[in-house]
Nanobody, 115 residues
Framework: QVQLVESGGGLVQAGGSLRLSCAASGSTFGTDVIDWFRQAPGTQREYVAT???????NYADSVKGRFTISRDSAKNTVYLQMDSLKPEDTAVYYCHMFRMSQHFWGQGTQVTVSS
């Protein structure tokens, strides 16, 4: 059974940077497409970014040009580099994978951006 574990969240001032990690246990990412989502209090979970097995990336308009998604197959980890952070980026960030008709989510990591 695949488990996804996020890390790297924290408190940062506006304009600062954080790098989130999503590590897989129980399986390798292989050819899976991996996504990042986020959810702020009182809002629905929203899409942030996607990376394919060939490291092709896609981003939500709200983070384009500020966030970079990448993957390291040797470490079985996907990263989300977040630069020029804004208070509106404050949320719990989740990584996600869809495999064999199942959705896999991590437990989330909190990112708080102060103004």
């Amino acid at each position: 059974q695949v488990q996804l574990v996020e890390s790297g969240g924290g408190l940062v001032q506006a304009g600062g940077s954080l790098r989130l990690s999503c590590a897989a246990s129980g399986s390798t990412f292989g050819t899976d497409v991996i996504d990042w989502f986020r959810q702020a209090p009182g809002t629905q979970r929203e899409y942030v970014a996607t990376i394919t097995s060939r490291s092709s990336a896609n981003y939500a308009d709200s983070v384009k040009g500020r966030f970079t998604i990448s993957r390291d197959s040797a470490k079985n980890t996907v990263y989300l580099q977040m630069d020029s952070l804004k208070p509106e980026d404050t949320a719990v960030y989740y990584c996600h994978m869809f495999r064999m008709s199942q959705h896999f989510w991590g437990q989330g990591t909190q990112v708080t951006v102060s103004s």
